[in-house]
T-cell receptor, first 115, second 113 residues
Framework: KAGVTQTPRYLIKTRGQQVTLSCSPISGHRSVSWYQQTPGQGLQFLFE???????NKGNFPGRFSGRQFSNSRSEMNVSTLELGDSALYLC??????????????FGPGTRLLVL | QQQVKQSPQSLIVQKGGISIINCAYENTAFDYFPWYQQFPGKGPALLIA?????SEKKEGRFTISFNKSAKQFSLHIMDSQPGDSATYFC????????????FGTGTLLAVQP
């Protein structure tokens, strides 16, 4: 099976712009989670989608949003970018159990640089 | 209470030695404890995971020791190899239908040949 894919892999934006990142989960996986990774804050949970519904949300401002489509692909959007949003954004998918924690398989991430 | 504290921040081990990384948590609602390995330019990859109903789990050279009363768990890498040089993250997750992981701060492991 193909792994989790994320596009684009690298992105440069300027402050105030918005950005959309895409994640394609492993075939058959229905849960998609997003994480932000920075040197200072480490790996922080953004949100999780399961069957097109947001199931969990981390402590990020409303500028960070996401959605999931019927084919389980997911997008996250960051509006009004700030310098501090520069990070590696990781997507992870999990098998379709839906009731207990399952192994999360991470993609390679999208590295976002905000200038 | 949501934190997972990880130590040490960095670790240097000789080839063939044992690498030990420790994590501690406060929230007793956590009931799933995975360890992830991350190489530069890659996403984290699951190494091994444990649930609180067992005190130890071993997979190959990797062992998790879990102390529920102390709220601590650790990763032991036996016979450490240069290829094990990477950043290791412990994590914890709540029970129920959630895949939300709370990560430790990471340990950069360097195995010297």
């Amino acid at each position: 099976k193909a792994g989790v894919t994320q596009t684009p892999r690298y992105l440069i934006k300027t402050r105030g712009q918005q950005v959309t990142l895409s994640c394609s989960p492993i075939s058959g996986h229905r849960s998609v989670s997003w994480y932000q990774q920075t040197p200072g804050q480490g790996l922080q949970f953004l949100f999780e989608y399961f069957s097109e519904t947001q199931r969990n949300k981390g402590n990020f401002p409303g500028r960070f949003s996401g959605r999931q489509f019927s084919n389980s692909r997911s997008e996250m959007n960051v509006s009004t970018l700030e310098l501090g949003d520069s990070a590696l954004y990781l997507c992870a998918s999990s098998p379709p159990t839906g009731t207990v924690q399952e192994t999360q398989y991470f993609g390679p991430g999208t590295r976002l640089l905000v200038l | 209470q949501q934190q997972v504290k990880q130590s040490p921040q960095s670790l240097i081990v000789q080839k063939g030695g044992i690498s030990i990384i420790n994590c501690a948590y406060e929230n007793t609602a956590f009931d799933y404890f995975p360890w992830y390995q991350q190489f530069p330019g890659k996403g984290p990859a699951l190494l091994i995971a444990i649930r609180p109903d067992v005190s130890e789990k071993k997979e190959g050279r990797f062992t998790i020791s879990f102390n529920k009363s102390a709220k601590q768990f650790s990763l032991h890498i036996m016979d450490s190899q240069p290829g094990d040089s990477a950043t290791y993250f412990c994590a914890a997750s709540y029970g129920g239908a959630t895949n939300k992981l709370i990560f430790g701060t990471g340990t950069l492991l360097a195995v010297q040949p």
